[in-house]
């Protein structure tokens, strides 16, 4: 599943600060690949039902506002959490055709550690918690960063 991310980080305080995000997911296909013989390969899509519905793809799109809060470990480290509110769509479907989507407003933590070079360029890891009404997720997440 590929999750881009694109947020806007407004620092209000020294510690803390608003942050206002753009999430989105969707899920890849899987191929399953066999060597048959001599360099002749055979590879089929392994499009298995998700959460027992009869659906293969899914698709999300959310908009957040969150509030982060940073507790320096030192001059270029630090841990972070995020508290937000999320709106969001997205729906489960199987050869074009919906089979359920569901669209609302829900709650967005987490967690995890940042690191500031000196030219503005910063890397982070966390793991975050997405209440999606009847959905939820859960995801390790990796990111890259500029202040400017």
């Known amino acids: 599943m590929l999750k881009p991310t694109f947020f806007y980080n407004y620092q209000a305080l020294e510690h803390f600060s608003v942050e206002v995000a753009y999430n989105a997911a969707i899920e890849f296909d899987s191929w399953e690949c066999e060597e048959k013989y001599d360099d002749k390969w055979t590879c089929d899509t392994n499009n298995k039902p998700m959460f027992g519905l009869l659906a293969t793809e899914f698709e999300l799109d959310g908009f957040v506002v969150a509030i982060k809060g940073q507790i320096p470990i030192s001059q270029r480290n630090s841990l972070y959490g995020k508290l937000g509110a999320q709106y969001y769509d997205y729906s489960f479907s199987r050869n074009g055709y919906t089979v359920e989507s569901e669209y609302g407003t829900g709650v967005l933590f ?39």
């Not at 966390?126 to 960063?145: C, H």
């Open 110 to 148: 987490e967690a995890g550690w940042q690191y500031q070079w000196d030219m503005g360029i910063g890397m982070n890891v966390g793991l975050r918690y997405q209440d999606l009404g009847d959905l939820t997720l859960k995801s390790q997440n990796i990111g890259i960063s500029y202040a400017f």
